[in-house]
């Protein structure tokens, strides 16, 4: 697009004001998405100089801008940390388990609501969009009674288990990722739909031969996203989970690294980072995936 | 449960790698036998600390034949007030925990009865802190818990010789090293703190004295208070806080006092205090020994001008800002008598001992007759820093938000109510007839049952 | 959206009762294929939210039935009142400059070659994809009292420092400031998006009839993004509005109580202070105001539906 207004701005290059307003207008662009830049990077190249510091060149308070003896010893001592190691594994147990559940509650339900019509389906795809509107900051003290009472009464230890995130984290995922599967599924054409159905193939056919496979980014971008959410919760584990060996890395840094001990900063920040580096490498990655799944959800459906 | 030899666990003891101490192994596990047992302590300020305990808790489970499993909780963010509200909720989780300050009488419908091992202790070791008492005694006369070794503590000055020397005020003259405080101590008071106060911020190293709603600020508030005479709220429960004069002086005194100190401390949490004496900009927090023996590991030049001494006298007397950790056993876990065993275990003398020394003098065994460790001469430079740690004397000990009941006393504390009260007059802009109101509608709020 | 789904036109070869048959075996399976997440809707979303409706009418120690009790116990207090304006400075504020922030920086993106558009799309999302309690602590760092780096900086230009996390209203600026930095990249994903579908011609037509770039950007740009800014404004208002983890990372709700939103002080009250009742009721309150904002997402969501 905006290669055809250069070109056509280009045609019109007899009157130079055009151009010179075009080449303004893109200095000016990249003169503010420095800026931007600037302040959207600066909190994580900050943690990055602050991780490579030892404990004390923190508390010397040289500029905090720079490192003057780089170390890895933050990152060494966290790697070989079992009590970050544990945080690590148990946040990546908890997404994984997450996004599958995700995706098997998720695709059916919106094969289900795109496809076929059965009773209550539109009042049902309303419900799914409304229970995003329903907050986990509502939600958590009821949470927190009923497995409170779960725990008194049927003995089931909910408290405290980083499985109880595997069990409501969905709650967070699925409307979502739900509607985002809506939106693909109802963009693939009926024809599909007919082909198939006259070669004989039952439904449950058609989403996995069909629809999986054409759906693909859209369920790529919807995996993206449960996982993210999974991993970066923060609350349910803050009023769940206590113990240390059950916490999982936005719990486990915020309530256990943060100690007295006031120099652990520069290791705070490798934890972060470390902490980070999950989401950040799908991202990456699959940054177009990403991109499109969060599009999705407001322009498709 | 696996069982995870002791000898596997790393020892990071550099100071190059002193940050890794920060990354300690918050839980262990040892060989398995009849019963487990799980416990949540308090995760140490002075680096090193939980080891000590730690290595006794270990020695027992071999020696029981119990499999124990620790938890050590921080107090950052309330972590270890949330983990007792929640085990509460749930009736489930560590055997034996930790709780601070009123906790456990707020609780006291679900915590063991600790008559046979108190009893066993003053016996051995001399009369309990009254204000121990007062703080583990329930209703029906029964103890419901047993102060903890570990976190037991109080904040009285800990402040830079070499600052308060440069304006006047020799503190080796009131609180020489190694021997009682002096006549001089006498006029150690608020105003002479206050005159101090401004000459230290006119030098540019201001005193910090916190005053936003976690322990370390409510604690020493409290203990001021008390040194006017001020009450808030009375033993029967009814509101007095606006016709006590104790509350309205402090309140002026405060007026002044904030304007020395830098704006930020009324959002200071427990670590800020630390790092405001650690990085050399401040001259005094109210702290027990954790800055200074971060200091020492980390900047020594500031650490070897370090002194504790006694808290400034106000019209009503000296009062020490009191913090018990209190150890306690659920009515709902499953293994009381072991808890219990471990318990009276830690107390024993020469344990006891040991975590002092661990904690260089941190820890104030709360009977009387462990008052007399060596650690407190031992620990430097400079010489005698935390003698002057442990109260006595003219000092006495005092819980803030005493002497109101526990259920009020118990809110007043966790919601920081006393230090709003301070930052509405000051900070806030309102008069101090105002911040009683305020104050006064506060505390029905918290009448609430 | 959902409301208008298309209807599977495909007829079997089967007619007459195998038809019925056939649809018969469709809706139950259609049932079955959507039962998981009626389940996990019923039991973990509606059933806790009326459970806390329950909560909310009993006394603290949840013995006895209050009532209203709890909600005349709220109005009373001066902190409530106060908690409900900060909260929608909060959330009103944080949504607007998101909004403005990623509106003008999609339109930068969007001037830029489009070959070169992808790596500034890449970086402008960073704060958006590391899980914000991490980035929050990133911040709090910045923010630190003794070891501010911003204040560092200030200190050397001569400029007085900031007491970011102390100051009411720094406190309150930063909490905001930091809530806008981790939105508005969202916002400008979105926006990016929405400019690309904007027809090149309006803009040609506009700029035919002499209009200067502030005229195209009210005359086309914004009537043609009307959908999309009204969505995602009106989803971010209910996100930000139900916001925790930024309050409760920077200040835990302070300097005396002046930043804590709903759900920071139903944290406090409820599972701090011991009085779940109470925490239930302010978290309550939340629902209100976020069910007008769905009230409007839907008309807004029925209106496309119908408009496509």
Redesign the interface.
């Known amino acids: ?6 070109a ?1 701005s280009a045609g019109k290059a007899k009157t130079g004001s055009m151009r010179r307003d075009r080449k303004r ?2 200095y ?3 003169f ?2 420095v800026l ?2 600037i ?6 190249v ?2 990055m100089i ?1 991780s490579l510091k ?3 060149e ?2 010397a ?1 040289t ?3 720079w490192v003057y003896a780089p170390t890895l ?2 990152y060494w ?2 790697l ?5 190691l544990t945080f690590f594994k148990n946040s990546a147990i908890v997404s994984v388990v997450v996004v599958i559940i995700t995706m ?3 695709i ?2 919106a ?9 209550g ?2 009042a ?8 995003y ?16 009472w779960v ?2 009464t049927l003995g089931i ?4 288990h980083y499985w109880v995130l595997m ?2 984290y ?2 967070l995922t ?2 979502f990722c ?2 985002i599967m ?1 939106g693909y599924f ?1 963009s693939i054409p ?1 024809e599909l ?2 082909a198939a ?2 070669d004989g193939a039952g ?2 056919q058609m989403l996995l031969k069909i629809f999986i496979p054409v759906a693909l980014p859209g369920i790529i971008a919807a995996t993206i996203f449960a996982f ?1 959410v999974s ?2 919760d ?2 349910y584990p ?3 989970t ?4 059950q916490l999982v ?3 486990g ?17 490798a934890a ?2 470390l ?2 580096l999950p ?2 490498l799908i ?2 990655f699959l ?1 177009d995936y ?2 499109a799944g ?2 999705a959800g ?2 498709k ?1 | 449960m696996s069982s995870r030899p002791f000898t596997r666990r ?1 020892f ?1 003891a550099t100071t ?12 262990i596990r040892t060989s398995h036998a009849a019963g487990s047992l799980s416990v949540g302590f308090w ?1 140490h ?1 002075v ?1 090193g600390a939980n080891d000590v305990l730690t290595k006794i808790c270990q020695d027992w489970a071999k020696k029981e034949k119990v499999d124990i499993k620790i ?4 107090s ?2 309330n ?1 270890i007030v ?2 007792a509200q ?2 509460a ?5 560590h055997d034996f925990m930790t709780f601070q300050a009123w906790d456990p009488l707020d609780k006291q419908g679900l915590l063991e009865p600790m008559d046979d091992i108190i009893g066993t202790l003053t016996k051995a070791n001399g009369a309990l802190e009254p204000a121990a008492q007062y703080l583990t005694k329930g209703k029906d006369g029964h103890f419901v818990g047993v102060p903890a070794v570990t976190g037991t503590q109080v904040k009285p000055p800990c402040a830079r010789l070499d600052l308060f020397k440069k304006v006047g005020v020799d503190i080796l003259e009131m609180y020489p090293t190694l021997k009682a405080p002096t006549k001089a101590a006498e006029n150690w008071n608020w105003d002479t703190l206050l005159t101090a106060a401004q000459k230290l911020k006119a030098e540019g190293h201001p005193i910090g004295l916190g005053l936003g709603q976690t322990t370390d600020s409510v604690d020493w508030v409290g203990a001021m208070f008390a040194s006017f005479g001020a009450e808030m709220v009375n033993a029967k429960g009814d509101i007095t806080i606006k016709h006590s004069d104790g509350v309205k002086q402090g309140l002026e005194y405060m007026q002044k006092l904030v304007k020395e100190m830098p704006q930020d401390v009324f959002a200071w949490d ?2 800020s205090n ?2 405001y004496i ?2 050399g900009q401040g001259s005094m927090i109210m702290n027990p020994p ?1 800055a200074y023996a ?1 200091a020492k590991r ?2 020594p030049k500031v650490a070897e001008h370090l002194y504790t001494f006694e808290m400034p006298k106000g019209p009503k007397g000296r009062f020490a800002p009191y913090l018990p950790f209190i150890w306690g056993v659920w009515k709902f876990s499953k293994n009381r008598s072991a808890a219990k065993s471990l318990l009276a275990t830690i107390w024993q003398k020469e344990n006891v001992e040991k975590l002092v020394n661990g904690s260089i003098g941190y820890d104030i065994p709360s009977f009387a007759g462990q008052r007399n460790f060596k650690v407190w001469e031992q620990v430097g430079p400079p010489q005698g820093a935390v003698f002057h740690y442990p109260p006595k004397g003219d000092q006495k000990v005092w819980m803030a938000c005493a002497p109101a009941p526990v259920a009020i006393a118990n809110q007043m504390y966790v919601q920081g109510f006393m230090t709003k009260l301070i930052a509405q007059c000051t900070q806030g802009g309102m008069t101090i007839a105002q911040a009683l109101d305020w104050g006064a509608k506060e505390l029905e709020g918290y009448q609430r049952s | ?3 208008v ?6 007829t ?2 089967v007619r007459g009762g195998g038809l019925r048959r056939v649809l018969r075996r ?6 079955l ?2 039962l ?3 389940v ?2 019923g039991a ?6 009326l ?2 409706i329950h ?1 909310a009418t009993l006394n603290k120690s949840m013995e006895r039935f209050v009532g209203f009790g709890n909600f005349e116990f709220l109005f009373k207090r001066d902190l409530f009142w106060m908690v409900v304006k900060q909260s929608v400075i909060f959330a009103v504020s944080a949504v607007v400059f998101k909004a403005l ?1 990623g509106f ?2 999609a ?8 070959k070169g558009q ?1 790596k ?8 958006w ?7 929050t ?3 709090f ?2 923010f630190d009292p003794s ?1 501010s ?1 911003f204040n ?2 200030f200190a050397r230009i001569g400029l007085p420092t900031i007491t970011w996390l102390g100051d009411p209203f720094w406190a309150r600026f930063s909490v905001i400031l930091v809530n806008v ?1 981790y939105g ?3 916002f400008l ?2 926006y990016l ?2 400019l ?2 904007v027809p ?1 011609q309006l803009y ?1 037509a506009a700029a035919i009839d002499g209009a200067n ?1 502030w005229q195209k950007i009210w005359y086309v740009t914004l009537p043609m993004m009307r959908n ?1 800014i009204s ?2 404004v009106l ?1 971010s208002l ?2 930000t ?5 930024i309050v ?2 920077l200040t835990s709700g302070g300097p005396i109580d002046q930043t804590h939103i ?2 920071t002080w ?2 406090k009250l ?2 701090e202070g011991n009085d ?1 009742p109470l ?2 009721s302010v ?2 309150f ?2 209100p105001i ?2 007008i ?2 009230i409007f997402i ?1 008309r807004d969501i029925n209106r496309r539906g119908n408009e496509a």
């Open positions: 697009m905006a290669a055809v207004l250069e056509s207008a893109l000016w662009s990249y503010f998405l931007f830049v302040f959207f990077l600066t909190p994580p900050y943690m602050t030892s404990s004390a923190i508390g308070i500029n905090p801008w010893e933050n001592a966290l070989g940390s079992e009590q970050y098997l509650i998720s059916p339900a094969f289900a609501l795109a496809r076929m019509k059965f009773w389906s539109a049902l795809g309303m419900g799914v969009f409304l229970t509107l329903i907050p986990e900051t509502l939600l958590f003290i009821p949470l927190f009674k009923i497995f409170a725990q008194d230890e909910m408290m405290n069990v409501i969905p709650t699925v409307p739900t509607w809506i109802a009926k739909d007919e159905l006259i439904y449950l993210t991993w970066a923060f609350l803050m009023a769940f206590t113990s240390a060996d890395l936005p719990a840094i915020v309530t256990i690294l943060i100690r007295g001990d006031v120099y652990a900063w520069g290791q705070i920040m972060c980072l902490g980070a989401p950040l991202y990456a940054m990403y991109i969060l599009t407001a322009t459906g | 790393r990071i190059a790698a002193a940050s890794a101490a920060a990354v300690g192994f918050p839980y995760d300020w680096p938890d050590y909780i921080t950052q963010g972590k949330l983990t929640a085990e909720q749930a009736r489930s989780g427990d670590a630390n790092k650690i990085s954790s971060v980390d900047n | 959206m959902a409301a789904l298309p209807r599977s036109q495909a079997p070869a469709k809706s139950t399976l259609a049932f294929m959507a998981p997440l009626i996990l809707i973990l979303v509606v059933y806790p939210a459970y806390s909560l922030i003008c920086v339109h930068f993106v969007h001037n830029v070659p489009a992808r500034w799309r890449g970086m402008l999302l960073i704060p994809v590391i899980p914000p309690a991490m980035s602590l990133a911040w760092w910045l070891y780096a560092w900086v930095w508005a990249p969202f994903i979105m998006a929405a690309k579908s090149e040609e770039w999309i969505i995602t989803f209910i996100v509005f139900a916001n925790f983890d409760r990372i709903f759900a139903a944290f409820g599972i779940i925490g239930a978290s309550l939340m629902f976020l069910a904002a769905a839907l």
